[in-house]
């Protein structure tokens, strides 16, 4: 087994990884959003890769998702563990906090959000049922138990396109289409790594409460101030997964 791990906003790097290389990549899709990064944590090999590139500086809507996947597996990685911000729309889920998700609504639009396009010998329809790798939530889990960093263990995610955050509006909607998190990354990240049998699963980390259910705007300050303690718990987590 390959762990990466791919970080979002507020996580470029990982304190507590032992860097042993780094590699930059080509596929036949673009390149990746940064050099892959390879390191130790607990003794246990595994790949980072900043999503948003490292200065982070491509928004959500301009991520080559495609290359960022299919260099992952070029590199012989078999789990990819997904790192991202996210706005809080379900009631236990406050700033700081980190969910990870069971399922996806998607609400992006316009990105290259598939590798079944062109020059196909037949039509491709992966299964999707359960977005995210069980086995791999399950340990992701079982590492925050056994760590004791209080996490909720399931919740629909809803990927909007960015990178505008959301109206009052379009969070009552995702909230009462059963949405928990809101974030811009999480598709089509997610249904690319099935495309390419890849185990993938994501750690949400609340920088926010979604549009309108706390009063005033949400600010950039905030968000940041947010992150530092979710992602610290996230970083946490991580360390304890490679213990698994
Ligand atoms: N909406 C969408 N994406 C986000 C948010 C949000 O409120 N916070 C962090 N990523």
Redesign the pocket.
Known sequence: MTLAIIGG?GLTQINGLTITGQQSLDTPFGSPSADYVFGEMNGKQLVFLARHGNPHRIPPHKINYRANIWGSKQLGVTDIIAVA???GIGALMAPGHIAIPDQIIDYSYGREHTFFADDLEHVTHIDFTEPYSPPLRKRIIKAAHNSGIPITEAGTYGC?Q?PR??TVAEIKRMAQDGCDL???TGMPEAALARELGLNYANISVV??W??GIVEGE?TMAD?EKNLEVGMDKAIELLKAVTLL
């Open positions: 906003t911000a996210v706005g909007t960015g955050l959301e809101v974030g811009m920088a926010n979604g549009a949400i968000i």
